[in-house]
Every structure is written in structure tokens, then in C-alpha cells.
């Protein structure tokens, strides 16, 4: 049975959309993945679209969608440093992700961040088995 991860940031554009890309490509069938924003802002950051075609995954068929649009329970949930401002979420297993937002970062910022999030996700689906 797949394991059900859930990235979680406020607006849904940036880290948890990377987070949840990453789990797909990381996890493959082995994982269902999903991100939600607390305050969804509606629309994928074009910056995330594009740091992430150049890792040749394509970004722009996921949309920004809201945690009440989220159902289930899940393995873990990872918040990304959004504190307060993320609700809790029914888990197995919670960790929150003290990362940087990266849409206001230089290019090398936004790609620290990208692959921070990419060795986090590996890390994460290797301990859930």
C-alpha cells in the first residue's frame, strides 16, 4: 500500500508544491503525494515552474489548493516552516521543515532550497519504508 505524505506551506506555490513534485519523482508508486496551503495563493510561482523544468519535472499541471481541500489521514504530514499558520492534520507522523520561502531569493537561493527540499523528501520517504 502506498504511503500518503502531505506538504503543507502557506501559500501553496513554492516549497510544498516542490515537496509534493519531489515525492513523486522520489517515491514514484510507492507514494501518494499531496500539498495544500493554509492561505492558498491560487497559482504555482512561475520561479517554482521553471527551477523545477530544469530538473526536467513540469510543474505547471499542479494547482494551489487549499487544506480544506485535503482529506484523509496520512503517514506524514511536513510543514514548512509555516509555525502557527499551518493547522493540524491528522498523521501518523508530523516534522516541520524550517525552510525559507524562496520566492523572494536570488536564482542560487530558490535552487539551495529546491535541492534542500529534494535530500528532506528523499530522506523522509526512506524512513517511512
Given amino acids: 500500500m502506498a504511503k500518503r505524505v502531505l506538504f503543507v506551506c502557506v501559500e501553496n506555490s513554492n516549497r510544498s508544491q516542490m515537496a509534493e513534485a519531489f515525492a513523486r519523482i522520489h517515491g514514484g508508486d510507492a507514494v501518494e503525494a499531496?500539498?495544500?496551503?493554509s492561505t492558498p495563493s491560487g497559482r504555482?510561482?512561475?520561479r517554482a515552474i521553471g527551477f523545477m523544468a530544469e530538473l526536467g519535472y513540469d510543474l505547471s499541471g499542479h494547482a494551489s489548493k487549499s487544506l480544506d481541500e485535503i482529506q484523509g489521514s496520512f503517514d506524514?504530514?511536513?510543514t514548512m516552516g509555516c509555525g502557527d499558520r499551518c493547522p493540524w492534520v491528522p498523521a501518523r507522523?508530523?516534522?516541520d521543515w524550517n525552510l525559507p520561502d524562496p520566492k523572494h531569493l536570488d536564482d542560487a537561493g530558490y535552487r539551495a532550497v529546491r535541492d534542500e527540499i529534494s535530500a528532506r523528501v528523499k530522506a523522509l520517504l526512506a524512513s517511512l519504508g
Fill in 93 to 95: 507522523r508530523r516534522e
Fill in 76 to 78: 506524514a504530514v511536513v
Fill in 44 to 46: 504555482i510561482n512561475p
Fill in 34 to 37: 499531496y500539498s495544500a496551503g
